[in-house]
Nanobody, 116 residues
């Protein structure tokens, strides 16, 4: 019943930028947090960034200072601005929503490739 629609992935050169968007729709009781995870080939899925209902944010150390998470609560949409991209940022990025009732919802994933 809940759908997360992601957009903004693609191919970019090192040092470039991308902006990911994720819009949540459907029956979500309430949203406690929204965020982004990523998984590179052969690697474990990791948290990239998340933003909580009260506005607090968490970032992976590897992206601090380069990525910024933001949201539009009225539209249940979360964004990830990715600057100064590095080849090691290459991964499938997954949108995540944590509801106030403890349910997790996931997007289908969008490929981000950073390569010359």
């Amino acid at each position: 019943q809940v759908q997360l629609v992601e957009s903004g992935g693609g191919l970019v050169q090192p040092g470039g930028s991308l902006r990911l968007s994720c819009a949540a729709s459907g029956s979500i009781f309430n949203i406690y947090a929204m965020g982004w995870y990523r998984q590179a080939p052969g690697k474990q899925r990791e948290l990239v960034a998340r933003i909580f209902k009260d506005g607090r944010t968490n970032y992976a150390d590897s992206v601090k200072g380069r990525f910024t998470i933001s949201r539009d609560n009225a539209k249940n949409t979360v964004f990830l601005q990715m600057n100064s991209l590095k080849p090691e940022d290459t991964a499938v990025y997954y949108c995540n929503v944590l509801s106030g009732t403890g349910n997790n919802y996931w997007g289908q994933g969008t490929q981000v490739t950073v390569s010359s």
